[in-house]
C-alpha cells in the first residue's frame, strides 16, 4: 500500500503562485513516478505533470513555463510550484503515483486550487 497526502492548496487571485506537497509513505519501492492530476467540474481528469527517480519531466501543454515539478527522494515528496495561476487552473489537485511515467496508479485524497478574483 501507498499513502499520498497532499497539502498547499486554497485560494488565489489571478496571477498569483501556489506550491503544493505530496508526502508518500508506505510501500514506496513499488513506484517510479510521482505526480500531479486535477480535475475541474465537469471535466476529466488530467494529467498536469510528472516526474521520475531520474528527474524526467512531463508537463501538460497548457501549464508548460507556469507550473515546475519537483522531488525530494530522500523525502519521498513532490512538490508542485504553480506560477502565473490561471481562471482555468481551477480545479481539485491529485497527487499520483505509479510504476510508469504517468504515475497513475496511486492517488491522494486531492486538495482544491481555486483561482479567482
Known amino acids: 500500500q501507498v499513502q499520498l497526502v497532499e497539502s498547499g492548496g486554497g485560494l488565489v487571485q489571478p496571477g498569483g503562485s501556489l506550491r503544493l506537497s505530496c508526502a508518500a509513505s508506505g510501500s514506496i519501492f513499488s513506484f517510479n513516478a510521482m505526480g500531479w492530476y486535477r480535475q475541474a467540474p465537469g471535466k476529466q481528469r488530467e494529467l498536469v505533470a510528472t516526474?521520475?527517480?531520474?528527474?524526467?519531466?512531463t508537463y501538460a501543454d497548457s501549464v508548460k513555463g507556469r507550473f515546475t515539478v519537483s522531488r525530494d527522494n530522500a523525502k519521498n515528496t513532490v512538490y508542485l510550484q504553480m506560477n502565473s495561476l490561471k481562471p482555468e487552473d481551477t480545479a481539485v489537485y491529485y497527487c499520483?503515483?505509479?510504476?510508469?511515467?504517468?504515475?497513475?496508479?496511486?492517488w491522494g485524497q486531492g486538495t482544491q486550487v481555486t483561482v479567482s478574483s
Open positions: 499520483s503515483a505509479g510504476t510508469t511515467w504517468r504515475a497513475n496508479s496511486y
Open positions: 516526474i521520475t527517480k531520474g528527474g524526467s519531466t
